[in-house]
């Protein structure tokens, strides 16, 4: 049997109801409190006998306070839970939810059908082993913004994929002591914002398949031939992901917001910063990915998208807006003006360029109202060993992490050209690993053949052994390839995020660098500096160029 309470919010009245129900030596399995009011307690009460509920039903009337006793068929949740499977059975469409693990916890009828597992087998089966192709676990780190027509192959059909991010709130004691908190003395991660509502992190999503018809695709123009007879014109089935470390949240945040709109958009940033990979994300933030396609066309002197190649519907990627002549300008202008008089609802412009000032007068105005700016590498130093982390672990095979002086290293450099240079870098670096980790594997084998013929191996050779061990596992500075040097001013901005020490370090290393070029020897050096020779060469080993003349 179950119960419905209707009483006054009062300290201590629920444990007068419960006292009543164990006076009775009646065992309640379950409770739930709610009511549009908040004013009701639901109690699941098995085996109740009609007799018993009556005298419970006359002794909880006594309780001040109590308003009214009834009998429920169903309680909240089970009503909840009955209504939403019946109304998933009846949806054609695959739906589940996924929990932060990537594990299934309910799906419907149609998703069942389409993994080809029995209903009642659906929970607690990775959603990997089906979508190996879907970027889960990055999905489940990132922003609490739905994605929106995301290619996906299911047992050989093509689906998109739509996906709902379930947030965590943060609970009410905790987000009032953070805003009576006082500022912290240096900048903290920023939290994840979900609308008006702040949440700790993401509980997990909730998926929908929809069969792709053909009509939704992903595309690039750069002037090679492709499907639909289109020139121009070939597929991308590849689901943007947003690197949100550090500063870089915050526009990610601002990225996330500016997606859901309609205005044209324009990301700019120096070469290497991502602004083909945020352009890309606006279509699949957006739910016109949905039913539309993203046309990404990479504009040149001379080579500007044409009216055959520009989607109905969808987001119309401008990139490298700052390479257009004014002639390929007027004529972008004259087909977006038309466009935007025909599926100005339906289709989103964004556009990229390295700096805003370069634009021509009217590509700035068409692009006046919305701009994202990304910023460089060497303003995220903070960031710096999170990027190179995750750039080693989409690389596969590759080392475990870095070291401390191959971290040092990479923080001392201002990548001039941002995170295309970094991934460009820690792949040659893995390459050189990969050769160093096969000579220490054969090294290992031919020591460990002489430990066996020797019959015995010392403690000391175990912890050389454990300490090289270690040493392959990591990348190391002799893995690094040289980094060329850059322009020290000005320092405000290559100093970001570095301490006093850092800096000057920074400078000493670049000026050795420099004069080593004049004077290879450390005694020239030393009387150019001012030093002994023995100061100069301690210096040149603790910066790492010992017996260099100069990289």
Partial sequence: M??????????????EIMGIFFEYRVNVVSGELGGDSGDKVYLWVPGLLQTQYRAIEKALGRVAGIRQVRRIALMPSERRHFELDTLLRHVAEPVLSVDSAGRVVAANLAAARAFAVSLEHMAGLQLQRFLPGLPLQELLRDLTAPRYGIPVTLRGRAFQLEWVPIPTPIPERTRAAKANARP????VPLE?????????????????????????????????????????????????????????????????EMSALQTPLLISGEAGTGK??????????????????????????????TAESLPPCGTLI????????????????????????RFSPELRLVGTCRDVRALPPGLAQCFSSLTLHLPPLRLLR????????????????????????????????????????????LSAAVGRWRRRQGDANAENRALSRGAERAGE??????????????????????DLPGLAPVSLAPWRD????????????????????????????????????????????????????????GQ
């Avoid at 289109?230 to 915050?250: C, H, K, M, Q, S």
């Fill in 184 to 187: 912290p003395s240096k900048p």
């Fill in 318 to 341: 401008l990139d490298d807006l700052h390479g257009l002549n004014e002639s390929d300008t007027t004529q972008l202008l004259r087909l977006l003006q038309l466009y935007s008089r």
């Fill in 457 to 478: 191996r010392t403690g000391e050779r175990v912890g050389e052994a454990g300490e090289e061990e270690n040493h392959v596992k990591l990348l190391q500075p002799q």
């Fill in 494 to 549: 290559w100093g970001s995020g570095m301490t006093y020490r850092e800096i000057m370090q920074r400078v000493e290393r670049e000026l050795l660098l420099e004069l080593r070029q004049s004077y290879p020897s450390t005694r020239e050096l030393g009387a150019r500096l001012g030093l002994s020779h023995t100061a100069v060469a301690n210096k040149l080993r603790s910066h790492g160029l010992a017996g260099k003349t």
């Fill in 2 to 15: 179950r119960v419905e309470i209707t009483c006054a919010n009062r300290v201590g009245i629920l444990e």
């Fill in 276 to 305: 083909t990979t945020f352009s890309r994300a606006v279509h699949h933030l957006s739910p016109l990915a949905a039913a539309g396609r993203c046309v990404h066309w990479r504009c040149a002197p001379g080579r500007i998208p």
């Fill in 382 to 425: 903070d960031a710096l060993p999170r990027f190179a982390n995750v750039v080693l672990r989409e690389m596969g095979s590759a080392p475990e992490g870095l070291s401390s002086p191959c971290l040092s290293q990479l923080m001392g450099h201002d990548w001039p050209g941002n995170f295309t240079e970094l991934k460009d870098h």
């Fill in 192 to 256: 994840i914002e979900a609308g008006a509502q702040t949440v700790a992190s993401l509980a997990g999503a909730v998926v929908t398949l929809t069969r792709d018809s053909g009509n939704a695709h992903s595309d690039t123009a750069d002037g090679s031939h492709g499907r639909g007879g289109i020139e121009g014109i070939d597929p991308i089935a590849e689901l943007p992901i947003l690197w949100d470390f550090g500063r870089r949240r915050e526009t990610c945040l601002q990225l996330q």
